[in-house]
C-alpha cells in the first residue's frame, strides 16, 4: 500500500516523496517517553499520511497523532487516508 502510494506521489509531483515513519522514529515499547517529540515531529511536516488498518481506532497512539496534527494548525485536507484492510470504518470517518 506505501509504495502505491510513492509511486501515485512520485507521478503527480515529479520527485519521490520525503517520509517520516512514526514507527521507526519512536521507541515502540516505550511510547510515553517519546511522546514529547511528536509535535516536533509533525512541525516538519506538510502532510499527514495516515495507514488505517483494522485496528487503527482502537490504538490511542495513532488517534494521538491525528489529534495533534489538527491541534497544531494541521488542516483536515492535508491528512491523506491510505487503507489496508476493507474493514477500516475509521477511514471512512477521517475521509
Not at 519521490?16 to 512514526?22: A, E, K, S
Not at 512541525?43 to 488517534?63: A, H, I, M, P, Q
Request: aromatic letters at 8%; a negative charge.
Amino acid at each position: 500500500a506505501l509504495r502505491d502510494w510513492a509511486s501515485e506521489f512520485e507521478a503527480a509531483h515529479g520527485r519521490r516523496p520525503t517520509v517520516w515513519l512514526d514507527k521507526g522514529s519512536i521507541d515502540q515499547t516505550s511510547v510515553a517517553a517519546d511522546l514529547a517529540g511528536l509535535p516536533l515531529y509533525l512541525l516538519g511536516c506538510r502532510s499527514l499520511l495516515v495507514l488505517v488498518g483494522n485496528t487503527y481506532g482502537s490504538r490511542l497512539w495513532c488517534v494521538m497523532e491525528v489529534f495533534a496534527w489538527l491541534q497544531m494548525g494541521g488542516r483536515r485536507e492535508d491528512i491523506q487516508i491510505v487503507r489496508l484492510g476493507s474493514r477500516c470504518s475509521l477511514a471512512d470517518d477521517l475521509s
